[in-house]
């Protein structure tokens, strides 16, 4: 399995609607920052990464896998998945320079469509290459009835329907308003609607301080949240330490945290009970599955945070066993030759070889951007 080539790709697949804002961002396209890998024998792999699709920013990421992280792998055998891993993760002039951020989702690029080649090369779903499903079925949790620019009547009648009629367990609502009383009216009215039998988790991405998150969680705390997802900047350890020591309320994160070690520091300060590792901000799977053993070993519980909309992620849930739900975001699905699904609110297990990561024709004929 001898790489012969790596070639980036940029894709921005529309979200519908026009798009969503939650605490921090306004998204209008979801950004596919592609690595198309193909061997010496023609076997064809695809990895991405998952952005707000901002073309410059993007560009660099494309820049990084086609000007740092080629050259490394062309003329490499495919099957070494650990030793690439680290050959490109602690390349000396790279190491020093970009040891997170914008390398790294490069990387997630290249380890993902590395991983992708090697389970098509078995023939098997990355999910039976890696060893097969590990128990029962993945619950799915509804993302996508929750953002914050969609009014309260629709997002209470949006959550009541994702749980009445198409069967999720759960919903995800976001929070983190300039005012902590509306988010407060928001989360309750949604309550009220779903039952005390649904799960409800609500999602702040970093916005609040410590005080403010206090007085949400106090006054929160009735509500039987299933978590509160990034409640403070994303890099404060001693602060989320702080909070979970003052709530009832769990903490969620993970899904800005570039390394294991970053994982690391919020498990051994007690400041993370569901951990939210995320393959397209990690590099790749490789480094995903360590930080999910990590977790397991302290018997937290694993729901990946779906920078890739799930394509990937499903293969991992299915197969590892701290893994039983995941986030649902359909925004990008249609535009892969393998769209995953979602019924009743569990995860379908994907059939096709590979880890779902191949675009369609048609997504690159209209909405591949130029790399410069
Ligand atoms: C939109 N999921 C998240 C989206 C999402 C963000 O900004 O990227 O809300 O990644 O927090 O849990
Ligand atoms: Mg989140």
Redesign the pocket.
Known sequence: MRIRSVEPYILHLPIAGGG???S??H?THWGVVGARIETEDGLVGHGFT?T?AHLPSDRLIAGCIRDLWAPLLVGEDAQDSERLWTKLARFPPVQWVGRAGMTTLAHAAVDVALWDLRAKHAGLPLWRFLGGASGGEVAAYN?DVG?LSIPDDVLVDGCRRAVEEDGFPGV?V?VGSPNVTTDLRRVEAVRRAIGRDATLAV?G?GKWDLPTCLRFCRAAEPLDLLWF??PLWYDDVGGHAALARATRIPVALG?QLYTQDAFHAFMDAGAVHWV?PDVTRLAGITEYVRVADAAHARRLPVVA???DMGQVHVHLAVWHPASTSM?W?PWIREWFEEPVRVARGIWLRPERPGASTTPTEEAFRRFARPIA
Do not use: S
């Open positions: 969503i804002r939650d921090t961002h998204v998952g707000h993302t953002w995800k976001k999602d991405n997802e990034e899904e939210q945070h779906a920078g986030e975001i």
